[in-house]
């Protein structure tokens, strides 16, 4: 992509980005709203997780190796493309004051929190598909409050979430074999 394109891009996004955020920014309470239900789902997530190992301790140990391994090696994965890729952020490139605080630069693609939660939410399908579906639920709304609070594009948790869902569907998928 040229300058010209690049530079052309990030103006239409800077432009979509408002759209979606003014609504928002004159309401404190539903920015400080989208900041507890983003950092919420996040500790949802460590929670199920780790349910979801004790429930395959209990039921079978075995289960733990595709659900502990095949997650860990898609997160390891994720996170050494996204240091090798460092793709900005959106508050680094276009002219927008992100809703959700964030130390750092770079590194925005693919979605690491999208990722996570998707491949998370999948693998709960190994052990009850009600509480997957329930999760992927919430795995999109954590996509949404990453994208709307400005710390990611949408192509970023696009992606973090097809990565994910691939992840946790094939540790799922093992784990019901074993």
């Given at each position: 992509?040229?300058?010209?394109?690049?530079?052309?891009?990030?103006?239409?996004?800077?432009?979509?980005?408002?759209?979606?955020?003014?609504?928002?920014?004159?309401?404190?309470?539903?920015?400080?709203?989208?900041?507890?239900?983003?950092?919420?789902?996040?500790?949802?997530?460590?929670?199920?997780?780790?349910?979801?190992?004790?429930?395959?301790?209990?039921?079978?140990?075995?289960?733990l190796a595709p659900l502990v391994g095949v997650t860990a090696v898609g997160f390891a994965a994720v996170s050494f493309f996204r240091r090798r890729f460092n793709a900005p952020r959106p508050y680094e490139c276009?002219?927008?004051?992100?809703?959700?605080?964030?130390?750092?630069?770079?590194?925005?693609?693919?979605?690491?929190?999208?990722?996570?939660?998707?491949?998370?939410?999948?693998?709960?399908?190994?052990?009850?598909?009600?509480?997957?579906?329930?999760?992927?639920?919430?795995?999109?709304?954590?996509?949404?409050?990453?994208?709307?609070?400005?710390?990611?594009?949408?192509?970023?948790?696009?992606?973090?979430?097809?990565?994910?869902?691939?992840?946790?569907?094939?540790?799922?998928?093992?784990?019901?074999?074993?």
């Amino acid at each position: 992509m040229t300058v010209t394109n690049q530079a052309r891009c990030e103006q239409h996004y800077e432009q979509r980005y408002e759209q979606w955020a003014a609504p928002l920014r004159g309401r404190p309470g539903v920015v400080r709203a989208l900041n507890i239900v983003n950092h919420g789902i996040v500790v949802v997530f460590y929670a199920a997780y780790a349910l979801l190992l004790g429930w395959a301790c209990v039921s079978d140990p075995w289960k733990l190796a595709p659900l502990v391994g095949v997650t860990a090696v898609g997160f390891a994965a994720v996170s050494f493309f996204r240091r090798r890729f460092n793709a900005p952020r959106p508050y680094e490139c276009c002219s927008i004051a992100p809703l959700i605080a964030r130390d750092g630069a770079g590194k925005s693609f693919p979605s690491r929190h999208a990722f996570s939660a998707f491949a998370i939410a999948a693998s709960w399908f190994a052990g009850s598909a009600p509480v997957a579906v329930v999760l992927l639920v919430a795995a999109v709304v954590l996509a949404v409050c990453r994208v709307l609070g400005g710390v990611h594009f949408p192509r970023d948790v696009v992606v973090g979430a097809l990565i994910g869902s691939a992840t946790g569907a094939l540790a799922a998928f093992l784990a019901v074999l074993l």
